[in-house]
């Protein structure tokens, strides 16, 4: 019975555009863009500060810019 197994659910970063396994990322609290772990966190010492309960915000909107909003679908 193995315990660590990949994710068969699969979705796309709403920055690249580049499939990633849902467990792997998230969606940013402030623009709401579902991101990968690269472009929701940026770094390992920021997803350790999510680990610890910081806020999800995306690297993009830390950085001041405006990102747009995903279109519906």
């Given at each position: 019975m193995p315990i660590f197994q990949k994710s068969i659910f699969r979705t796309e970063c709403d920055e690249c555009n580049i499939p990633f396994a849902v467990?792997?990322?998230?969606?940013?609290v402030q623009c709401r863009r579902i991101l990968c772990a690269k472009h929701l966190h940026g770094s390992i010492g920021r997803?350790?500060?999510i680990a610890f309960g910081?806020?999800?915000i995306c690297v993009r909107c830390r950085a001041g810019e405006s990102p747009v909003p995903p279109a519906t679908r």
């Amino acid at each position: 019975m193995p315990i660590f197994q990949k994710s068969i659910f699969r979705t796309e970063c709403d920055e690249c555009n580049i499939p990633f396994a849902v467990n792997t990322g998230g969606v940013c609290v402030q623009c709401r863009r579902i991101l990968c772990a690269k472009h929701l966190h940026g770094s390992i010492g920021r997803k350790l500060l999510i680990a610890f309960g910081a806020k999800m915000i995306c690297v993009r909107c830390r950085a001041g810019e405006s990102p747009v909003p995903p279109a519906t679908r």
